[in-house]
Nanobody, 115 residues
Framework: QVRLVESGGGLVQAGGSLRLSCAAS????????MGWYRQIPGKQRELVAT???????NYADSVKGRFSISRDNAKRTVYLQMNSLKPEDTAVYYC?????????WGQGTQVTVSS
């Protein structure tokens, strides 16, 4: 079964850092663009950052200069390094990836930033 599993969320004080990881598992022959999205209760899920298989990145304006996305193709893993965290970064963070040409979502991991 093809799936994505996130880890690394938690509670951190404003100004702190967290690193999220998302590993793809199962019978996978192709991994395309990977990315991170986040969602606050009652609001739409929004893009945080994406990275192509070639390493091209894209960031939401709200996280530029603070967050960094990277991937390890050998490990089938995408990372999100989050620095200078703000209370407004509090959300459930979801991993997304194109696996075997189909979009997949992880189960989500909670990130809470206290002021």
């Amino acid at each position: 079964q093809v799936r994505l599993v996130e880890s690394g969320g938690g509670l951190v004080q404003a100004g702190g850092s967290l690193r999220l990881s998302c590993a793809a598992s199962g019978s996978i022959f192709s991994i395309g663009r990977m990315g991170w999205y986040r969602q606050i209760p009652g609001k739409q899920r929004e893009l945080v950052a994406t990275i192509t298989s070639g390493g091209d990145t894209n960031y939401a304006d709200s996280v530029k200069g603070r967050f960094s996305i990277s991937r390890d193709n050998a490990k089938r893993t995408v990372y999100l390094q989050m620095n200078s965290l703000k209370p407004e970064d509090t959300a459930v963070y979801y991993c997304n990836a194109l696996l075997n040409y189909l979009g997949r979502w992880g189960q989500g991991t909670q990130v809470t930033v206290s002021s």
